[in-house]
């Protein structure tokens, strides 16, 4: 996923973290993907 545009990435890791957080959270740090703390609590809510 590297080489594709980040509005996609991120869209494609809204679906890596409602499938799995800890998976979601792997994605992103691979992709040096920096992410609000919060977010994490609003994808734990759903």
């Not at 998976?23 to 994808?43: N, R």
């Amino acid at each position: 996923m590297s080489g594709v545009r980040q509005d996609i990435q991120m869209r494609q890791l809204c679906h890596f973290f409602r499938a799995d957080p800890q998976y979601g959270m792997q994605i992103a740090e691979g992709l040096g993907i920096k992410l609000d703390p919060a977010m994490m609590s609003a994808v734990a809510k759903t």
